[in-house]
């Protein structure tokens, strides 16, 4: 009954778990360096007077831990706008710098002393082959014989210690936490280091004192090697490594959802506790961007449940472009110029007919000329194409204005969208015509306005022409929506939409 009131007080005071156990791995490191004092001191043994100053300085460990996982829980700020979790990084190499220190320490002391012991021991020989009495001989090399008492704190230490150790591993492996491992290795060395009393005590008193400062050398190694380890560990973290199998595992996820075409690069990094992704998609380039940007967020949606750890999830979304982007508005009914393939000698169509021979090379020089951007020496395909695109305005004035002036039976141009496909255009226009038109008709004029396109404007490879029927373009589409959006807000009206929203769409209620 006391101990669930003494932890209820605890989880009281401190809520969160790696503060507990550091809390408690502090008291219990200043209630061992008082026992293996007293017990130094009145048992007889400089290694357990030793071991007393080590356990004190495992109170440095605890306060770095308390501050690191302290500070790396602060919410982001201007400063830190990813965070405050690097911070345990940060701690977690401070405490491998003690760890190696300590491994040092250890080391150094049990060298000292084993010089110590052979050198008595040389001492006693030399004065034995002198002729000297036996007492006298080793009355030049006196120690004193620790107690059992020395024995047993050096044995309470070592189970206390290994508890502690797998107490705060527990916790520091539940929260994914650098610095509690890190703290527990430390807790580690405190035990290894309390083994290397424990022997030294027993050989002493069983009169074999060299195989103290020998125990003490592997364990010097077996610390200052732990150290390394969590120093290696968290400069991993802090230089951004790349963890190859997270990094696998989320372009496979991104690959398996529905919409992207390719996964083409992907990066993630650890802070502190938690993973930031980074992702780039690739979407069909026809789609919109809101289409797009739906794949994206199902791929976000696809990481966060597949990864806990994943804090932050960024999904870069770009167009899919495989050579020039062959028969990708072809699919839909699109056409343009003959262009050459990427790496090829030969020429491919773009979509269903359309030009002549003749007229398909005339257009490609011409393209090729526009690629290449002003005064540049070079041909269709020249990555260098890319920084002479015009911008989306221009290309559609253009294309604007070619439609007026070879088919003036075009009433208007409704919409118009432009799809940069690699290093050429292609366009998507929805012309609005007479209604009176027959079906034959109002198909010539499409086919005149997009051999008018495709002639006048050297950017464009390729035009997809559409009739509205209905005189609505995108804009009005979206104003719609927001407007229905607007007014069930201010009157309480529950809004239904039963697939894509048009004006006069039978499938839009609404319902009271």
């Known amino acids: 009954g006391s101990a669930g009131a003494t932890g209820g007080w605890l989880s009281r005071v401190l809520p969160h778990e790696e ?20 017990a ?35 919410p982001p700020d201007d400063d830190h706008p990813y965070g405050h979790e690097r911070y345990e990084a940060v701690g977690s190499l401070i405490i491998a710098a003690m760890l190696v220190t300590t491994g040092w320490a250890i080391g150094a002391h049990a060298w000292a002393q084993g010089h110590s012991i052979l050198a008595g021991q040389s001492a006693v020989a030399a004065a034995l082959q002198a002729g000297h009495s036996h007492a006298h001989a080793h009355s030049l090399f006196v120690t004193q014989v620790p107690k059992a008492i020395s024995l047993s704190a050096a044995l309470f230490s070592l189970v206390s210690k290994e508890w502690l150790f797998r107490a705060t591993s527990a916790v520091g492996r539940r929260l994914e936490s650098s610095v509690l491992l890190a703290n527990a290795q430390h807790h580690r060395s405190d035990a290894l280091s309390s083994i290397m009393a424990f022997v030294g005590i027993a050989f002493a008193m069983l009169g074999v004192p060299i195989l103290d400062p020998v125990a003490g050398l592997a364990v010097s190694g077996m610390v200052a090697l732990t150290g390394l380890e969590v120093a290696a ?27 992207v075409v390719d996964a083409s690069a992907a990066r993630v990094r650890w802070s502190g506790q938690r993973l930031l992704v980074d992702v780039r998609v690739q979407t069909d380039p026809t789609i919109s961007a809101s289409a797009a940007n739906n794949v994206c967020e199902r791929v976000r949606l696809s990481v966060h449940q597949q990864l806990p750890l994943a804090h932050e999830v960024l999904v870069h979304s770009t167009p899919y472009a495989s050579g020039l982007g062959a028969g990708v508005l072809g699919r839909r009914g699109g056409s343009g110029r003959n262009l050459p393939a990427q790496g090829s000698g030969e020429f491919f169509k773009l979509g269903g007919s ?59 141009v409704e919409h118009l969208t432009v799809h940069y496909l690699q290093f050429h255009a292609a366009v998507e226009v929805a012309i609005h015509v007479d209604d009176a038109l027959t079906v034959r008709e109002a198909r010539l004029i499409a086919e005149g306005a997009r051999n008018a396109i495709v002639s006048a404007v050297p950017d464009v490879a390729m035009a997809d022409i559409h009739l509205d029927l209905l005189e609505s373009s995108p804009q009005s589409m979206y104003d719609e929506y927001n407007s229905a959006n607007e007014l069930t807000a201010s009157k309480g009206v529950e809004l239904e939409l039963r697939g894509p929203l048009r004006a006069n769409d039978p499938g839009e209620t609404l319902a009271s």
């Open 19 to 38: 503060d507990r156990i550091t809390v408690v791995g502090a008291a219990l490191n200043v209630l061992l360096a008082a026992l293996k004092l007293l």
């Open 40 to 74: 130094g001191i009145y048992g007889h043994s400089a290694a357990m007077v030793a071991d007393a100053a080590h356990s004190m300085s495992d109170l440095a460990s605890d306060v770095i831990t308390m501050w690191s996982v302290r500070m790396g829980r602060l």
């Open 233 to 259: 560990d968290s400069l991993l973290q802090l230089t951004d490594a790349v963890d190859d199998s997270l990094v696998r595992k989320i372009g496979k996820l991104a690959r398996e959802t529905e919409g």
């Open 354 to 412: 359309g030009s002549s021979p003749g007229e398909s090379g005339r257009a490609t020089s011409g393209l090729a000329e526009a690629m290449a951007g002003p005064g540049s020496p070079g041909g269709a395909g020249c990555p260098l194409g890319l920084l002479a695109r015009r911008p989306q305005h221009e290309l559609e004035a253009d294309v604007r204005a070619a439609v007026r002036g070879a088919c003036p039976s075009v009433r208007s």
